[in-house]
């Protein structure tokens, strides 16, 4: 594959709710991009923070050297969403024109909607708040094709999947094939592969 | 072979906990311990798989002190060592710490406390650099992953240089953040420990290691914390980027240099603003301090949480003023920056725009009136228990055994995710309105329980988590029971160190090195104190309620209930339901019920749901880890739970 290589760096956040494997996608993409050549620093918080709360991973992608582990405001290029309000969060405080987001469609109610005290935005309000804040979105139902392949967790590969075909960051399926055997035994790299398939799949 | 070891010269991605553990490998180390706390954990998680290659002793201890104890010992017997804690377990272990700042050491001893500034995985944001200044301890701060690793590496070096302990402090943007790392050698050890005590009392090296005589003992160590100054004159870990003349000189540390590097590229302020970034923050290196102090008049400092490096810095340059002249400083002291809380570059880039009136380029104000629009769309996400968590059924438990008692009865928290019940009062059915550090519930319950002679009235409760119980709750725990003190001590054992990833403790038959070892019985030491011990499943409403109830009219005793059930997390029960869970719509009454949507409104389970076309409960299949404990409250019956078969 021809390496394109941003002259600047690349802002990407993933983001979720505890749970979603937002830890997860965020190393195997990191993983990814440092065998590639790059500079990556992730900045994430985990503990008692994930307890069914928001949770952000914040990937600076660069050619040449370390950055902070907290992206400015205004300052992200890609959000990777596990969870539409999520992706909605993070995009009113690190959006700008330009960004691209990339959002499972499936919610995850906060107890506050739960209980009745709050509301959650409409799918429509959603997806109109994307189209004004984004230079391009994409919707998918990722955790569906999780669920099909037996687990609704593998959502974070398909987002994955979907995430190389939009072309966003400069990765592929062979760079992760060979990122996910490090870790994974054979029966996990398949569904994973198949998962990441599927997610790209969704991307038109 | 894991990551943890690759070779010499590769170029690894990792988290700043674990290019700290390289780092501590990198310099041989041969003891490591710990007590579990974000954002400190990683370090000796990542240490322990691989003791056995490499000839490592990696413990998870009771609590902080007697990590640092056992470090220290490997020490004393001339091996290098290091005690793994979060910045309040460094107050744990500072007792300790004091005598053996004036002890000394011999083989290399780092100390390294993990902070949370923001807290963010604390229920404080204390920080452990006044204990460098007050215990008279070299301070290092790593401002990268690179730098993570090598300074981790040196401090072993500098300790056993001066013999004696060094800090290490890491902040969580740092610990829980990951970055590229190029590796050094792992070497070959070949120490033997052996401890010699026969040698001069002022001989550290060979002479007993005590305090005394102490004066003397001081006098030495301070001599010690000179030389310890002259290094840091030279320390590579000190640089200064920028111009010759900058109009700011920024001094800081840690992950702050990130942040200012970053506020001062989004200002385009290259050329106007130097950073000198502090490796070694105590003491002070006072000659390269001066140097940079010349470069110009207008000062600021970027730290977290408190003023430490700008009260050190300012009482030096006080001591300049005849040569450098007179400064103007920026920071905490004058609100430049808040003076709690964690930073980020734009905390930092809005800091440098109003000293230097600069203004950053802002999004367009289309954009900005979209954003503010969007913005009242979003409901706020709580942090709540995870369905299928133990703990929301005890609480439920709890709350209702008060409510029927009518005392109003209260419990006194403790530190674990338990705690959540207090920093969110709905999720524990806003039955536990105290929480300060660990074991401090048993103590407080143990003296609320005494007010009786002044008119208090109401039950007492407290509770604590299994780790917790071992790491600070017996001493109060006995105490409740030598003072004669009525409580109900309710321990939520889910079977490990749930909250910071299932790091073993005592209670459990295996050790951090995964070998088997005796489990220390928590019904058991609870019997041997006094106390009345009864043993229950939280998810068993019907028998949990009834023994609650039992020991909340039982006035005059110490009583304790053993609430027992895994994490719904933990590896053994992570992703396979027990139940299958599901509102049989027919029966769910809905708003017409009666019941004003206890499920949903109180409960506050995140799988079980509202729908609001319907308006009838329903589970989320997706989100349900299938404990079966609403169907126990629905008064409906509505809610059915169906054995998973395997």
Redesign the interface.
Known sequence: MKKRIPSETKNVILTG???QGNVMAS?VL??ML?DAGY???????????Q????VMSHLRISPEW?????????GADVIIALEP??A??V??VY???RIHVLANS?P?????????E????SNE??TE?FD??SAAFWMIDA?SVG?QLG???LSNIVMIGALAKTGLLPFDRRMFEKEIKKTLRADKCAINLKAFDEGADLIK | MTKLLSPAKSNVLFLGNEAIARGALEAGVSVATGYPGTPSSEVIESLAPVARERNLYVEWSVNEKVALEVAAAASFAGLRSMAVMKQNGVNVASDFLLHLTASGTRGGLVLVSCEDPGALSSVNEGESRYFARMLEMPLLEPADFQEAKDLTKWAFELSETIGNVVMLRSVTRMSHASGNVVCGKLPVKTRKAHFEYDGPVMDSSRGPMISTPVVAKHLLHQQKLKIVEALFEKSPFNCYTGPAKPELLIITSSACFLYAEEAVEMLGLQKRVGILKLGTTWPLPQKLLEKHLRKTKKILIVEEVMSFLEENVKVLASGMASRIGVKTFFGKYDATLPAAGELNPDIVAEALGSILKVKRRALPAKYLRDVQKATALIPAREQTFCAGCPHRASFWNIHNAIALDGREGFVCGDIGCYSMAALSPATGYHTMPTLHSMGSGTGLASGFAKLAQFGLTQPILTVCGDSTFYHAVIPALINAQHNRADITFIVLDNAGTAMTGFQPHPGLAVSAMKEAVPAVDIAAICKAVGAKVAISDPFDLEATNKILTNFLADKGSLKVLILRQACALSPEKKGKKTFDVKVNEALCLGDACGCNRLCTRIFRCPALTWDRNKKKAVVDEVICAGCGVCASICPQKAISKMEVTR
């Open positions: 709710v505890g749970g190393r990191a993983g440092v500079i990556v620093t992730i900045g994430e918080t985990f503990g008692m923070s307890r069914g709360g928001s370390v950055r902070s582990p907290q992206i400015p405001r205004g309000l999520e909605l969060r995009l009113t959006g700008n024109p499936r995850v109610y906060p107890i506050g909607v739960i209980t009745g709050l509301s959650y935005p309000a959603i708040a004004r804040l955790t669920l687990n609704p967790v």
